[in-house]
């Protein structure tokens, strides 16, 4: 039934300008995809797309759905993102297998920067 691939995961937004500075200058994501006059955004980062978007079935939550981004260099991506405004609701924390941390978009999605251990 289930296929082992993800299709997308969707954010839900309140403001489709702010959610776009967010995604695209503060996390610097590039668009692959616009439509609904662009209140949805799609991402893809690898083999998943990211869907970014103002839909009167969906809203944000504090509570919803966590995003967890791959980055190089853990520590570069937490500095630049503090430089850029954003507080982390969970520091730098290490697992058994990798180093995350947690923060938010302006609607109050979790989002994650995380580095797999080698």
Known sequence: MITN?????AIAVSDKERARKFY?????LKPTSTQMDGA???YDLGPVTIGVGCHPAWNPSRDGTTVAFE?????AAI??????????DIEKTETPVCWMAQFRDPDG?????HKRKK
């Open 79 to 88: 500095d630049k993102l503090k430089g850029r405004g954003v507080s982390f």
């Open 71 to 75: 980055v190089e260099d853990i520590d």
């Open 40 to 42: 949805w955004v799609e």
């Open 24 to 28: 695209q200058e503060t996390l610097e």
């Open 5 to 9: 691939e993800v299709a997308f995961v």
């Open 109 to 113: 999605n979790k989002l994650v920067i």
